[in-house]
């Protein structure tokens, strides 16, 4: 069997779903990395002009913007917030804002950057969404599927509805702990791949055999995803102890390995100022999540990475 076939094998008995996929290596297996990042947008719809971008965007809007307007019949991006604390998706608008033009959903989940994630009744929206609008489709991210602590990881490749009608992304990187390799893979549809590999090598960069070959190799060594959550249970665990006496207040934390802090009881600073003064005059390096707002909304809250030496969260909630 050859390191490819190797590849293929072992991401196909992680799913029950009997589509296709698209590698994102361009050695072993077919065209590119589509670059992790290209689709971390929590919620958005496409019509029949292009993209319809959406949500709260989370700093990769304007590039998908960008594609749309220049590559897809000028799109036009309609977002939909989600909404503070929760961060939840509201159905209820999602349903008034999909029309007979839209074509494609995009969203994330678990969700980057609030650490939101989805139950089973929102699997459920989406399959009457899709059932509503016979053209519709969806583009969703669940490369944090591996990082979530309260329920069970709810992939919308569960629900054959959905499987037959999404591009589902994931990633190699956020599972085995080597973001900068840039691998992952695309599930889809043998159709939809058929489209998706029309654009794929125009999108790819960074990936080399190498890593490919080392990826192969490891995914023969046991179920170690099933080390991850606890993982980050634990240091997630850790960094919540240590800072319970501050007063940043904490918000959602059902996934992915970010943390939000809320600052409104210790300052009137906008986000971004206050994550400057963090970052220049204590050492401690936070996000803004404003930035994550096509219009800049700020809550008074910065996102914090908790994937780090549990030596470094220590010192950093001394800090804090």
Same mark, same amino acid.
């Given at each position: 069997m050859s390191k490819a076939e190797d590849f293929r094998n072992h991401i196909n008995e992680g799913y029950t779903f009997e589509g296709d996929f698209i590698a994102f290596g361009s050695a072993i297996l077919e065209g590119g990395p589509v670059g992790e990042a290209n689709v971390k947008i929590p919620l958005s719809t496409l019509n029949r002009h292009g993209l319809i971008a959406g949500?709260?965007?989370?700093?990769?809007?304007? *590039?998908?913007?960008?594609?749309?307007?220049?590559?897809?019949?000028k799109g036009i991006p309609i977002h939909l917030k989600l909404k503070?604390?929760?961060?939840?998706?509201?159905? #209820?608008? !999602?349903?008034e804002k999909v029309t007979a033009k839209t074509k494609l959903i995009i969203t994330n989940n678990p969700h980057n950057p609030f650490g939101s994630a989805w139950n089973e009744d929102e699997i459920k929206a989406l399959e009457e969404l899709v059932q509503a609008h016979p053209e519709l489709m969806v583009l969703i991210d669940e490369v944090y599927e591996y990082i979530q602590y309260n329920n069970e990881h709810q992939s919308v490749l569960k629900s054959s509805i959905l499987g037959e009608r999404s591009f589902i992304t994931y990633s190699f990187g956020k599972t085995m702990h080597v973001t900068g390799w840039k691998l992952g893979y695309c599930i889809a549809p043998e159709s939809f791949t058929a489209e998706y590999r029309k654009i794929h090598q125009y999108m790819a960069f960074c990936a080399n055999n190498t890593m490919?070959?080392? !990826?192969?190799?490891?995914?023969?060594?046991?179920? &170690?995803?099933? #080390? !991850?959550?606890?993982?980050y249970q634990?240091?997630?665990?850790?960094?919540? #102890?240590?800072?319970?006496?501050?007063? &940043?207040?904490?918000?959602?934390? *059902?996934?992915?390995?970010?943390?939000?802090?809320?600052?409104?009881?210790?300052?009137?600073?906008?986000?971004?100022?206050?994550?400057?003064?963090?970052?220049?005059?204590?050492? !401690?390096?936070?996000?803004p999540v404003s930035v994550f707002y096509q219009d800049q909304t700020d809550h008074k809250v910065i996102r914090i990475c908790f994937a780090k030496q549990n030596e470094t969260l220590i010192k950093a909630a001394e800090l804090l």
């Open positions: 949500a709260t965007g989370t700093g990769k809007t304007k *590039s998908l913007q960008v594609l749309a307007d220049e590559r897809a019949l503070h604390p929760t961060y939840h998706i509201n159905w #209820e608008e !999602v349903r490919q070959y080392a !990826v192969a190799k490891y995914l023969n060594t046991g179920e &170690f995803w099933r #080390e !991850v959550m606890p993982m634990q240091k997630k665990d850790l960094f919540m #102890e240590q800072i319970k006496m501050s007063r &940043f207040k904490t918000l959602t934390r *059902s996934g992915t390995y970010f943390f939000l802090l809320d600052y409104s009881e210790i300052s009137t600073l906008s986000d971004v100022d206050f994550a400057k003064e963090l970052t220049i005059k204590y050492g !401690v390096a936070a996000i």
